[in-house]
């Protein structure tokens, strides 16, 4: 009886057990969508075959024996969420997966569709090999087989998949490669079966065309299975769309389509409207958007403007690679492809680059949907030769194939910084350097060209540039990485100085400029390897020095998040967001306002340094490329703290400003006086508002305030005085490992730090009554902060981020315990203004700590920061956000002055 229990109970259990849910769940193709379709994502049977046996000892074959090991598709079998995350190189996969062809589908064909499959695949039905399918090899586009014959409406089949993934160099495989990132192997995108009648909708472009005020949709669609005639049905939900019909000619149609009282897609406003296509029994739905791509000029300006719609648009960028901790390249879920295109919107941009990576196309999707510009990358190589220049090709047509009707999509770029296009010892061929390599250029120039003959309705570049190397291209775009102010300033300035038509700059040898409009197609201060540290310093004086200049039409900065052991992402890699700071010198300032196509900004370094109490000229300027009109204004004012932690700062001012429309104006240069005669660590902030006073734009140019070092012993009043020390002289620490330099002081454990301030006799005789210290300290996170432990920097040193390391410091004066003291974190942002400039801990600040005590003062104080479990950093008047060393100040019974 007991074992009949037993198994009753296990086997309610398991009946009643809840379905798993299925991984990306939703339609992997909405721009090209049946009604009836099932998912195949989730639990498949799979096996490693190390030695490549498989095909011999018959692995397709029904009940072979695959042991207990499970995948989860369409996750890759390197990531975290596939079950297996194996990164150990293995080159070959064996999927299996059963299934019923649903019943409902009788007198149609079940069409098995994989969307991608790194790199080559091979496939079986109930043990019938259907080869290598047109498609299998590539790794980034579908393909897919027809099941008839083979597996019928309502009977039970088994698919089995050979992956094999070289990762070859001669083949398109983006960053796979060895001291970049993860690589990806096997299915990596939904698998899903879809009905079809017999003769059904095999491709479609849909291309919007402006002719006047009046909008067209031009369809060319093709069909495939039957005879070459029948009729094409074109019909919207939205009245305004013109629903036609037209007749096959050799299974091909075309018409175009009245779209009355348009509604353009834009960035701000991403209309879409809904399209169904049927031919006889198979209708596939879409969608499309009215929005036109050119390059131009605007009114009288000498130079070219990228043409949204026919109207000049500033692109503001950023590099997107597209990977993530849990999948690498496929999104954990649908919901995460539509976070990312969110984060890019809400940090002001309206354009990624997606970067050497052909990706999914609900990713496509949310960027149509949610108004997200796309510069669409081709997958490289790592070698050139014959065999890769085919794969690539096949790659490319591929992916403008599937991809072509995304409004989104505004260009392409077939070839990224000349990788790809050199010989190397694994390409088995040889050819001198792509600069001097004319066949390969020409090579280039002819991918270009039949890239705009593929798709003649966006822009094309031959090579997103870093080596001046340009051959042909819609867009002059160059590259650059430099934390420095200067190098970048002439960087940019020596890049707009030799942008004209008929100039050599930035072209291989024997080419030359034309009209192209001048775009930044990558940049940083924090480059690949430049380690995990602040980049809010670097983002913001690199975008204000891009915007100088009227000639450059827009810019990429890297990147949207970050990736792995790459930290220059406005997010981080899990996408939790970053803190920047700004908001400390501007209320309510964001990324967002220094990325709009309107912008107000400054001629001079990213801090002005002067003496306490100087006058100081500030040359701003507005940048405005967007369709706002009427009046705008300027308002500005000073603010910061002095060296005895009081806020100081001016009034706002305000004034009208001159500006044009795809101008660069100079405005009035700002005289301001410094607030007070001490030294100051703060900003000039700028606002630029329209005519109901709403901020368009904002920014900031920080000020320090400085001359000779701060006196030791200074006397603030008849009866206050202040002691400072430097925190890199402590007299004892409890830690042998600890970073000190002029101005910071650190240790990334639990410690105690004593320093020892004498005080002069005067003061001992006036009788202290009260000692009261002022800081800068914050926590010491150390490499606990770090997020890709495995690749650290001697540099390293995070950004603030949602994620805090707190510590609790114990302050004792002359012995008595005076206050346990809270710091929340350990910051590094825009608000460590001296760090950056000191190029040490970069970003890195504390926060301002004031603590007294009832305490008479001897020949000298003993301050003690007893640190129990956590690190400390204590900052001086040269590093963090304060321009102040830590200072005593005490109170006296009696009055200095005579004493003195």
């Known amino acids: 009886m007991r074992s009949i229990y037993c198994f009753l109970v296990f086997f309610f259990a398991v009946t009643a057990a809840p379905a798993q849910p299925i991984p990306r769940a939703e339609h992997p193709r909405p721009d090209f969508e049946r009604a009836q379709w099932l998912n195949l994502n989730g639990a498949w049977d799979f096996r490693f075959d190390p030695d490549d046996e498989g095909l011999q000892r018959g692995w397709f074959k029904p009940g072979t024996d695959f042991g207990r090991q499970k995948i989860t598709v369409p996750f890759c079998w390197e990531s975290s969420l596939s079950g297996i995350q194996d990164k150990s190189g293995q080159k070959i996969g064996w999927y299996r997966r059963d299934f019923t062809v649903p019943a409902e589908w009788r007198g149609r064909h079940a069409w098995l569709r994989f969307e991608a499959v790194d790199w080559e695949a091979r496939v ?51 960053k796979q490669t060895p001291g970049w ?139 997107d690679q597209s990977f993530n901790p849990q999948g690498i390249h496929t999104a954990p879920s649908d919901a995460f492809l539509r976070r990312d295109m969110e984060l890019a919107r809400s940090v002001g941009l309206n354009f990624l680059r997606i970067h050497i990576k052909a990706d999914e196309p609900r990713r496509l999707y949310w960027a149509d949907r949610l108004g997200v510009m796309i510069m669409q990358d081709m997958p490289n190589t790592s070698v050139m030769s014959r065999r890769s220049r085919e794969a690539w090709e096949s790659t490319m047509r591929a992916v403008v194939e599937r991809d072509r009707n995304h409004p989104a999509i505004f260009s392409w770029v077939a070839f990224n910084e000349t990788w790809g296009l050199n010989y190397g010892k694994e390409s088995g061929e040889s050819g001198p350097p792509y600069a001097e390599n004319k066949e390969t ?92 540290r602040d980049v809010s310093w670097g983002f913001r004086f690199l975008t204000n020095e891009l915007r100088r200049h009227e000639k450059i039409q827009g810019y990429i900065y890297t990147e949207l998040t970050d990736i792995e052991w790459e930290h220059n992402g406005f997010a981080n890699y899990d996408r939790t967001r970053k803190e920047f700071g700004y908001e400390a010198f501007v209320p309510g300032m964001t990324v967002r306002d220094l990325q709009g196509e309107d912008f107000v900004g400054y001629d001079a370094p990213p801090a002005i340094q002067a003496a306490p109490g100087a006058e100081i000229s500030v040359p701003v300027f507005v940048s405005h490329f967007s369709k706002r009109a009427g009046k705008a204004s300027l308002r500005w004012w000073i603010t910061g703290y002095d060296d005895l932690g009081e806020k100081a700062g001016t009034a706002p001012e305000s004034r009208p400003v001159r500006w044009e429309r795809c101008r660069v104006i100079e405005q009035e240069p ?15 902030a700028l606002e630029l508002l ?84 002022l800081a800068e300290l914050a926590a010491r996170a150390g490499s606990a902060k770090v997020d890709w432990p495995s690749r650290q920097k001697p540099v390293d040193y995070p950004q603030t981020e949602a994620r805090k390391f707190p510590a609790t410091v114990r302050l004792k004066i002359n012995g008595q315990p005076v206050a346990d003291i809270e710091l929340p974190d350990d910051p590094a942002d825009s608000r460590g203004v001296l760090s950056s400039v000191a190029e040490y801990h970069h970003g890195s600040y504390g926060y301002l700590v004031r603590r007294s005590v009832a ?46």
């Open 690 to 773: 329209d005519e109901s006073g709403k901020r368009i734009a904002a920014n900031f140019v920080n000020v320090i305030a400085r001359g000779a070092p701060s006196p030791r012993v200074e006397v603030l009043g008849p009866r206050l005085l202040a002691l400072r020390f430097k925190p890199e002289e402590p007299v004892s620490v409890l830690e042998t490992e600890l970073e000190s330099r002029p101005g910071k002081l650190s240790v990334a454990h639990a410690t105690t730090i004593e320093y020892r301030v004498p005080v002069p006799d005067y003061v001992v005789k006036a009788g202290a009554v009260k000692l009261e210290l």
């Open 441 to 532: 250029q020409a090579w280039v120039e002819g991918m270009w060209k039949l890239i705009r003959q593929l798709d003649p309705t966006r822009l094309a570049e031959d090579n997103s540039a870093n080596r001046r190397d340009h051959v042909t291209t819609d867009l002059n775009s160059w590259h650059f990485y430099i934390g420095d102010y200067g190098r970048a300033r002439a960087n940019i300035e020596e890049m707009v100085k030799n942008t004209y038509p008929g100039s050599g700059f930035n072209f291989a040898p024997g080419r030359a400029q034309g009209t192209q409009p001048l775009n930044n197609s990558e940049n940083g201060a924090v480059g690949a390897g430049g380690g995990d």
């Open 670 to 684: 700002l005289r301001l006086r410094l607030p007070g005669k001490r030294p100051f660590a703060g900003a000039v």
């Open 124 to 174: 079986w039905v109930n043990g019938k090999e259907l080869g290598i399918p047109q498609g299998g090899t590539g790794g980034y586009t579908p393909f897919e087989v027809d099941l008839a014959g083979v597996a019928e409406p309502g009977q039970r089949a088994t698919v089995v998949l050979r992956a094999y993934d070289a990762t070859d160099p001669a083949l398109p495989r983006g």
């Open 181 to 319: 990132y993860t690589y990806t192997s096997g299915i990596w995108q939904t698998v899903w079966l879809e009905a079809r009648p017999a003769r059904y909708i095999s491709s479609f472009s849909l291309v919007p065309r402006r002719d006047g005020d009046a909008w067209f949709l031009d369809v060319s669609a093709k069909a495939a299975g039957g005879s070459g005639t029948g009729s094409l049905r074109l019909s919207s939900p939205d009245a305004s769309v013109e629903a036609r019909e037209v007749e096959l000619k050799d299974d091909e149609a075309r018409a175009s389509l009245r779209v009355r009282s348009p509604k353009t897609w834009t960035p701000d406003s991403p209309h879409l409207y809904d399209l169904t296509l049927q031919l006889g029994e198979d209708a596939v739905r879409s969608y499309f958007g009215l929005r036109t791509i050119g390059r131009g000029r605007y009114g009288n300006l000498p130079h070219e403007s990228v043409l949204l719609n026919g109207e000049p648009v500033y692109l503001c960028g950023a590099l």
């Open 855 to 900: 305490a008479p003062a001897g020949a000298e104080i003993r301050l003690v920061f007893e640190v129990p479990a956590e690190g400390l950093s204590i900052y001086g008047e040269s590093m963090g956000r304060y321009t102040f060393d830590p200072t005593i100040f005490i109170h006296t019974a009696r009055d200095l002055t005579p004493l003195k």
